[in-house]
Nanobody, 125 residues
């Protein structure tokens, strides 16, 4: 069982930045692939970014490439999502997810077994 807790959400103006954190209870966090997803009201949950167990492989949705950066510090059991140049369309609840069975989870929701409770990000114009 992997428990995930997101933090760092909030309200910012367009062009601003936020850094989300995903803290894991798993003591062997380095063996877990992690992804970030988001869900806006009335919309499907969508992929944002993913990182492999070691941090050597990353992937991003086209809508956030060049603005968001995913990283991890396994010694701290934490994955980060640095979000720069935020836009109103980035407004959503952001979730981190973990896949202990995969080296890299990619962008498919079904590849992940454990999910956090989410953190709200609101970007105003």
């Amino acid at each position: 069982q992997v428990q995930l807790v997101e933090s760092g959400g909030g309200s910012v103006q367009a062009g601003g930045s936020l850094r989300l954190s995903c803290a894991a209870s798993e003591r062997t966090f380095s063996g877990v692939a992690v992804g970030w997803f988001r869900q806006a009201p009335g919309k499907e949950r969508e992929f944002v970014a993913a990182i492999s167990r070691s941090g050597g492989s990353t992937g991003y949705a086209d809508s956030v490439k060049g603005r968001f950066t995913i990283s991890r510090v396994n010694s701290e059991n934490t994955v980060y999502l640095q979000m720069n140049n935020l836009k109103p369309e980035d407004t959503a609840v952001y979730y981190c997810a973990a896949s202990p069975s995969r080296y890299y989870g990619g962008g498919l929701v079904n590849n992940y077994d454990y999910w956090g409770q989410g953190t709200q990000v609101t970007v105003s114009s």
